[in-house]
């Protein structure tokens, strides 16, 4: 069976674009595929954020992925730096890491233009990526267009890694992307990609009142100045979320009633509140149960931890024993 490997940063609680573009097709891909899903808070730390909560996010990711429908019997499910085979892989992984092709990254560049002193951590991300996956020797990725350059990096490193030190039989695969069927999920201002750090998202786990107070002023079509004035659904950021949440009869009369100034932006947005607060109750609610038992939450983590190093201590010694470290054997 196919290995697929994928993770999530805990910098805070998921939300719906975590859902559409990632975690709702795991859930799909568990059923096929040999699944591993990483809590990274290695990844997570480098950029500043808060100690105090940083466990408490972890286990609150964790949580929303369950809920959602990753299932520990099926998948492996752990914390990053529960593995240290993770970190270790990535040291040896720098030694044949291009560093013209880190600066390059796109992602690399957006999160550093704005900060006067650059942690190396954020360079070498790439790197932490590329042993996050080929540890466990997955072949397929499941990831959306804006990763698709962080995955050609991680096949990079297995080319390089294989032709220095596996030059007649490649030992790490170069893993395929799985992309994932929703394409970027726009977040409420209508202009970037949905991100908790920018305040423009719809926590998976939001109340009904959260998600409505949440909806009520996001940006929709802007030629809409009135109630009165005709829309274009097919640039308001809202109508595709309509078609994420919403049936195919409510879609089509958005459409038309958009077009037709048939009602308000208002109507709308009161219309995917409903179908949005339906279709993620189920998950509110599993939520509110594994919170109440967060030494159960643990427990899990942990199982997953040890599944997941049991492969991970096999590829690091096997990738010693290659490099010619002493004792690798």
Not at 5 to 19: A, C, E, K, R, Y
Not at 235 to 244: A, D, K, S, V, Y
Request: hydrophobic share 40%; net charge neutral.
């Amino acid at each position: 069976m196919d290995r697929i490997f994928s993770g999530v940063q805990p910098t805070g609680d998921l939300h719906i674009g975590n859902w559409l573009g990632a975690v709702r097709n795991w859930v799909a891909l568990q059923e096929r595929y040999d699944t591993i899903i990483c809590v990274v808070d290695l990844h997570a730390v480098t950029i500043p954020y808060e100690v105090a909560t940083l466990e408490v996010r972890t286990r609150d990711v964790a949580i929303g992925l369950m809920a959602a429908g990753i299932d520990p019997e099926r998948a492996i499910l752990f914390v990053q730096s529960a593995v240290p085979e993770h970190a270790e892989l990535n040291w040896l992984f720098t030694s044949v890491a291009p560093l013209g092709e880190l600066e390059r990254m796109t992602q690399f560049k957006d999160k550093t233009e704005k900060l006067e002193s650059i942690p190396a951590g954020l360079l070498c991300y790439p790197i932490l990526q590329a042993a996050d996956i080929l540890l466990y020797l997955a072949n397929k990725v499941p990831v959306g267009e804006d990763q698709l350059q962080h995955l050609e990096f991680t096949r990079e490193i297995s080319r390089r890694w294989n032709a220095a030190y596996a030059p007649d039989a490649p030992y790490f695969p170069e893993p395929q992307a799985l992309l994932t069927p929703a394409k970027r999920i726009v977040g409420l201002d209508g202009k970037a990609k949905m991100s908790k750090s920018l305040g423009n998202t719809v926590g998976l786990l939001d109340s009904p009142d959260e998600i409505w107070a949440k909806l009520r002023p996001a940006a929709t079509d802007p030629a809409r100045v009135t109630k009165k004035d005709p829309g274009n659904p097919e640039i308001c950021n809202l109508f595709e979320l309509h078609r994420h949440f919403s049936s195919p009869e409510t879609i089509a009369e958005v459409d038309v009633k958009c077009r037709t100034a048939g009602w308000g932006c208002l109507d709308c947005k009161r219309r995917l509140a409903d179908a949005m607060i339906e279709t993620l109750a189920p998950i509110r609610e599993r939520a509110t149960e594994l919170k109440r038992d967060s030494a159960g939450v643990d427990a899990v983590l942990a199982r997953g931890a040890e599944r997941a190093r049991a492969i991970a201590t096999k590829t690091l010694s096997e990738t010693k024993r290659r490099m010619g470290f002493h004792g690798a054997r």
